[in-house]
C-alpha cells in the first residue's frame, strides 16, 4: 500500500475547529505549524512509527560511536545489519551482556559485527571492533521533518495521525487557557498512548507502510 | 536545540507571560539538570589516569556513570560493602584496576579498584580516533550522562512545557497553579512516552 500522509493544512484544520478556532485569530499558522512539527518529533521518538535506514562509517579499533556522529537525524538505533554478511547483527540489552566475551571485550577485533547495544539514545557500541575501517547497515527511528507550508506532508501516515492531532489540541487549549477541554484532550491522548504502549512493535523483518530511506 | 529555541517557545504558550528569559533560563537549566539522572542522553569521556592514584573526580558537565572501561577492560561497580568484603585493606592494594567505587555521588569522586600503577600515555589523537585507533594506553574510558547546552530537538517540546509550568507556578503577578498542572501533566506525559526502554 502507497504511504499516504496529511498535509500541515489539513491537520491544522482539524486541530482549529477542535479548539474553536477556525479563523486562526488565537492561534497563527506558524505556530500551529511549529507545534504539529515538536508533537510529531516527540510522538515519534516515543512511538517510532518512522524508521529509516541507511550505511554507517565505522572505523578499525573502535568498539563506541557517538550516534550523532554517524547520522545527523537518529533519535534511537532500533537494528544493525552487516554490509557483507546481510545478517542482523545481535542486539544486546545492555553493556554487561558483552562481558560473556570477556572482560577485556572492546579489545577484541574481527571481520563482521556479532553484537551491539546502545547506551541511551546516543552511544552505539559494536562488537566486535573492525580489523580495518567498514560500514554496517544501521535502522533507526528518525528525527521527523518541519512542517514549513501548509502543503508539507505528514510522515505519520494518516491513520497513525489521532494522537498528532490530540497533541496538537491539547497544546492549543492550554495556551488560549481553556483548561476544562485541555483537561478532556489529556484524557483522550492518554488513552491513545497507552494504547500505542502495549502494541505489538513491528520487526524489522516487516517494517512498517512508510519506512523512509536516509 | 538551543535554549533560545525552547525559551521563544516558552514565552508562546503563555502568551508572553514567562517572557523574562532570565528566570525561564534558570528554570531551563534546572530541567537540563534533572534530565542528567536519567540514561538517555548519554556520552563518552576519556579520563587520564595518574600512576598510584585511585581517586578521581568527574567534570561537571558529567552526571552519572553508566560503564567504565580502564585500558580496555569493562570495570565492574562495586559498593563499598563489596569492596570491603573482598578486602578490608581495599585502598592500600596496587595494581591493574578491575573495579571502582562510586565514593561520593553528590561530588562525583569514585575511586578505582586496585590503585593503578601505570599512568596514562599522552592524550594525542593524530587520527582524530580517540576512541579508536588513537585511544590512549592505560586511560579511563567513562560512558555517563551529562548537562548539555544543545538538548535534541524532539525533547523541544516536553522540555519548554516542563519549564513552562515551574515559572507559572512560581510566586509572581501571573502565577497560574491550574495551568501549571495542565502544563505539567502534559510534559510528564511526554516525558515517560520518549523515556520507555
Known sequence: MPFVGRTADSLMLEVRERVRDTNGSMHTATFVRSILTSAQQVLNAGLEYVIANGSASL???????????????????????????????????????????????????????????????????VYPAFENDGSLGLYYVKLTNTFSAGST???????????????????????????ESCNRALGRLQEDLQLELTAPKLGLASPPSNEASA | MSKTTVLTLVSDLTLGAASD????????????????????????????????????????AQAKIIAMFYDGRQLSRLTRTQVEGLNRYWRNEYGTPHSYIVDDEANKTFALYPIPTLASKAQSFPHS?????????YTLLVIHTGTRT?????????????????????????????????????AQLLFQLVGKP
Open chain 2, 21 to 60: 528569559t532570565t528566570i525561564t533560563g534558570r528554570y531551563y537549566d534546572r530541567v537540563v539538570e534533572d534530565l542528567a539522572r536519567f540514561p538517555w542522553l548519554t556520552t563518552m569521556s576519556l579520563i587520564p589516569v595518574t600512576a598510584n592514584v585511585s581517586q578521581y573526580t568527574l567534570e561537571t
Open chain 2, 129 to 137: 580516533q580517540p576512541f579508536g585507533q588513537d585511544f590512549p594506553a
Open chain 1, 59 to 125: 572505523y578499525a579499533n573502535r568498539v563506541f560511536y557517538d550516534i550523532s556522529t554517524l547520522f545527523s537525524s537518529v533519535i534511537r538505533v532500533i537494528g544493525l545489519r552487516g554490509s557483507a554478511t546481510i545478517r542482523d547483527v545481535i542486539k544486546l540489552n545492555s553493556l554487561d551482556d558483552f562481558l560473556i566475551y570477556g572482560p577485556y571485550w572492546s579489545r577484541h577485533i574481527g571481520q563482521h559485527a556479532l553484537a551491539w547495544t546502545a547506551v541511551g539514545r546516543d552511544v552505539l557500541a
Open chain 2, 150 to 186: 544543545d538538548l535534541p530537538t524532539w525533547l523541544e517540546l516536553p522540555v519548554a512545557l516542563e519549564v513552562a509550568a515551574r515559572e507559572m507556578e512560581r510566586e509572581s503577578n501571573h502565577r497560574d497553579l491550574e495551568w501549571a498542572a495542565r502544563a505539567r501533566q502534559l
Open chain 1, 153 to 179: 506532508v505528514s510522515e505519520f501516515s494518516t491513520e497513525q495521525c489521532g494522537p498528532l492531532v490530540t497533541l496538537t489540541e491539547a497544546i492549543l487549549l492550554l495556551r488560549q487557557r481553556d483548561l
